[in-house]
């Protein structure tokens, strides 16, 4: 039983992160387009790195969840054959003992120089331009992926999607691409889909199967039951 899990920002909300999307359409009054696009980048690069700083720094205050523990703990039984894909740029899946997570927007604990391209691990500011520590250029953005930039792991990601026999969506809105296409191209290959979101997703009706309520219910409570099944 190969599982692939994708986890968006629905399950990190749980802990206390801060949504993407919020109702008023900001991301902690930001306009998206003005922290999470290269041109803001280019335009006010210390605006997006203060931002970037701030949410880097919030990570010290907020814990995994009963649903990343879930993934954690299945991880331990199903080891290589469950691959968890998240959207969200926090460590929590870390945190909670899951290995096997590709981050395919990037993390916040990374950042990548624009003189070598290399990626280094990064758990202080970068608003006050600090060197490379490969190259000693003092040019490092955020590593997360902005709009209009391509995702990391994408082959990785397609290969997985293509041999799984389920793939389940957790706290994702649907309405981002190319993560909210992952159900159809899982499907075509044969896998069964599940939903666990607090309500329909954009995508819903692809699914086979949905269970909408706090992600922190219904991840335990699913996991409980494909591990009985095993
Ligand atoms: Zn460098």
Do not use: K
């Not at 990037?106 to 070598?116: H, N």
């Not at 003092?138 to 992926?145: F, G, I, K």
């Not at 993560?179 to 979101?197: D, I, K, M, S």
């Amino acid at each position: 039983m190969r599982v692939v899990v994708l986890t968006g920002a629905g399950i990190s909300a749980e802990s206390g992160v801060p949504t993407f999307r919020d109702a008023d359409g900001l991301w902690e009054g930001h306009r998206v387009e003005d922290v999470a696009t290269p041109e803001a980048y280019d335009a006010q690069p210390f605006v997006v790195h203060r931002f970037y700083d701030a949410r880097r720094a919030a990570l010290s205050g907020v814990s995994p969840n009963p649903a990343h523990h879930a993934l954690a703990r299945l991880e331990e039984e199903l080891g290589d054959d469950l691959l968890v894909v998240t959207q969200n740029i926090d460590d929590l899946h870390e945190r909670a003992g899951s290995q096997r997570v590709l981050h395919m927007h990037g993390e916040l604990l990374s950042a990548v120089c624009r003189a070598c391209r290399g990626r280094s691990r990064w758990e202080q500011d970068l608003s006050d331009l600090p060197p490379c520590p490969r190259c000693g250029v003092p040019d490092l953005r955020p590593d997360v992926v902005w709009f209009g930039e391509i995702p990391y792991e994408m082959d990785r990601i397609y290969l997985a999607l293509e041999s799984a026999d389920l793939f389940v969506s957790i706290g994702t809105s649907g309405a981002v691409y190319p993560a909210a296409g992952f159900v159809q191209q899982a499907a075509t290959y044969g896998a069964r889909t599940l939903e666990l979101n607090l309500q329909a997703s954009e995508v819903t009706t692809l699914f086979d199967e949905t269970r909408h309520g706090r992600a922190g219910e219904l991840v335990p409570a699913w996991v409980d039951e494909l591990l009985v099944r095993r």
